[in-house]
């Protein structure tokens, strides 16, 4: 029966996985044509990718302990699939935040076991280079040794043409105070035609590539991400993945790669310019995996965006060729604007958890992806470091509370301490 199984796959399909297995390079056509497979062909795609990431990395799936730090979200840019920015005298909503406000997020990242965080904000027309300079400064007076993850191509774009500096002494500007990687975020589409649409004013293709490139020649390490599920097509897609594994290619600047779903809920792209409404399961997965194999062996770590897709469909991109879940977050504003409702924080624990359930190995990483701790066994797990929050009892153990606190003669708050262990059964 296996032998019937394996016959129904597509023959051209079956031989592109043989050849991705075999770690034969495939072409961008043959990304296009792997990103339109359904039934039989999708599943064979799915495990071919699992087995690659479990040759690649192994049984191990990594996370870091994050905090995003959005300093503000006014923007001027108007991308059509932002629901973030803010104008600058939207009194309501607007936010700038000062270093002290900054530093305090810090510090609370630290506090829960952070070793990066990762900062990024609107384009505001009233700052110029040296505001982000000074925000590392302050942050790395305060925390030397917190990685500071910050500033996406558009972001250093608008910062280097204030600057009146070659690019790569602006970057190197940067670095000398305190950037240690940046998020190849602003990315999107690699194609023009596409970008024109998604954001007119924002940074073409050439730039954006001319930014990550000049980062890498100077050492300075980026992410590398790509936005679906609105206009584009497959081979928009895979032309995409394309020019991120030749840049990688020529400089190995890349620490990995994060499919980014489209989040439609919130913002013209959708509402008013008519796009799909985000990314089926399907493309979900089918994306992490051409990631997989058509990205290795240049580039090896494939990241799960659990903002997008939620806990579940995270782990089943974690069998489908991802081998990283991400980070914790602490807060999350970007997505959320837009309408994602999977939550701002995602703590270490609950990553371990969500890891084993899959039989696989829980690895906390650096930015840089070494490794921090790898927890094989649960019992020798810290104890959690998120802050305790009260919570309302409702139902049986509501209950069972009243029915204490009326023995006792000591009235409640209404509110307890989240339990350490189960409540008894129901009366």
Not at 86 to 114: M, P, W
Not at 199 to 221: C, V
Not at 348 to 353: D, P
Request: charged share 25%; aromatic share 6%; net charge negative.
């Amino acid at each position: 029966m296996l032998d019937q199984l394996t016959s129904a796959v597509s023959p051209d399909v079956r031989g592109l996985l043989e050849k991705a297995l075999e770690k034969r390079e495939l072409t961008a056509k043959d990304a296009e044509r792997l990103l339109t497979v359904h039934g039989l062909d999708f599943h064979a795609l799915i495990a071919a990718a699992d087995f690659a990431s479990r040759e690649d990395c192994g049984d191990d799936v990594t996370y870091v302990v994050c905090r995003n730090i959005n300093f503000t979200n006014v923007c001027y840019v108007g991308c059509s699939f932002c629901g973030f920015a803010r104008h600058k005298d939207d009194a309501a909503e607007a936010f700038d935040r000062t270093h002290a406000e900054i530093l305090a997020k810090c510090e609370d990242a630290v506090r829960r076991g952070a070793t990066e965080v990762c900062i990024q904000g609107g384009i505001h027309p009233n700052k110029d280079h040296t505001h982000y300079r000074d925000i590392l400064r302050a942050v790395k007076s305060a925390y030397p040794d917190l990685h500071i993850h910050a500033y996406s191509p558009e972001e250093i774009d608008f910062g280097h043409k204030k600057s009146g500096m070659k690019l790569s002494e602006y970057l190197q500007w940067l670095v000398d105070a305190g950037l240690g990687t940046m998020p190849g975020t602003a990315a999107e589409i690699l194609d023009d035609e596409v970008r024109d649409i998604l954001s007119p004013k924002k940074l073409k293709t050439a730039r954006w590539i001319e930014i990550i490139k000049a980062a890498h020649q100077i050492g300075l390490r980026s992410t590398s991400t790509l936005m679906y599920g609105h206009i584009e097509k497959p081979h928009h897609i895979a032309a995409h993945l394309d020019i991120l594994r030749e840049i990688q290619k020529e400089t190995g600047g890349f620490t990995e790669f994060v499919p980014l779903g489209f989040i439609h809920e919130r913002n013209l792209l959708y509402n008013l310019l008519g796009s799909r409404p985000g990314p089926s399961m399907e493309e979900d997965l089918r994306i992490i995996a051409v990631s997989r194999l058509f990205l290795r062996p240049w580039i090896k770590n494939v990241q799960v965006s659990w903002v997008k897709m939620g806990h579940k469909l995270g782990q089943m991109a974690l069998s489908a060729g991802a081998n990283d879940f991400g980070g914790t977050l602490m807060e999350e504003s970007i997505s959320r604007e837009s309408g994602a409702d999977f939550g701002e924080n995602t703590p270490a624990e609950e990553f371990r958890r969500l890891i084993r359930e899959l039989g696989r190995v829980p690895v906390e990483r650096t930015t840089l992806y070494g490794v921090v701790q790898r927890f094989e066994d649960p019992a020798l797990d810290p104890p959690s470091r998120e802050p305790q929050k009260a919570v309302e009892l409702s139902g049986p153990a509501r209950w069972r509370k009243a029915i204490d606190e009326a023995s006792t003669g000591r009235p409640g708050s209404g509110a307890t301490a989240l339990p350490s262990a189960p409540l008894s059964a129901p009366l």
